[in-house]
């Protein structure tokens, strides 16, 4: 039960961060891993054959562009169109994910200013096991911005995934600390909340709950119109038991969330009471004595 609920925090917090910014990436790689993984252990269906006519028009995309990038190297409408296609043959089960850093490492050359590409390689990098190119990546976009949340999230997960989380709070203290003087120059180029988010994150990542909780308070006492710290607090309270406290603070973030950010909160809650219902005690024990009760 405890990693239902953890799994919830997870795609909550990321909801909260990234979503509400309106971020717009390629497909995560994580998601069509999953996807290549789900596919890889599927089933022969009557299905296949029309799948399989569409995998053999990607690769004859993909030979096109191609064949268009040996005549012209810097052709980004070639560039972007293979990269979509090995997105998709990934995403089918029939690509690699070291197929798409060529046209990856073309387009973040090609484009310095756009960070998606470079975010996105630094993905396929880390997913590819070159950790130290991803890290590289990852901090030249932060000392060129050290408000980009992409990067910074980015950076923050391979830390976690290298067993260095106090590495990960450490640059989100560091980050937070530099936040008044940057936003005095450019404002509002580091999104503190937001920042402050992550970090609790970190913390809730690291079963240090109270630390979580500090932080989401104090970005409630800075910011008491935006609802994402008050939903995360209620994310931890529940994580700890204290539901009566959680839900009036759940009540709350869906009074302070935008129109669109409203059902969503109300069915992910939704969703993890029934969860935490059919897991409960009483509920186990009351589908036991349905079964005897039929057995009988």
Known sequence: MVDKRRGFLMAVVVLIIIAFLGFSLSPLLGGLLEANQNNGQSTPSSTQTPVADREADLLAQARGYELVLQREPDNQTALQGLLQVKLELIQSGKGNIEEVIPPLEKLSELNPGNTDYNVLLAQAKTYTGDREGAAQIYRSLLTAKPGNLKALQGLVNLLLQQERPEAAIGLLQDTLKAAPVANQVEAGSIDVVSVQLILGQVYAE????????????????????????????????????NNEAAQELFNLAIDLAPAGFKDQIKREVSANSDSEAQGSPESNSTETQVEESENN
């Not at 500090?214 to 994580?239: S, T």
Request: proline share 3%.
């Open 206 to 241: 690291q079963k240090r709950y109270d630390e979580a909780i500090a932080v989401y308070d104090e970005a409630i006492k800075g910011n008491a119109e935006d609802f994402r710290p008050v939903l995360a607090k209620a994310i931890m309270l529940r994580e700890q038991g």
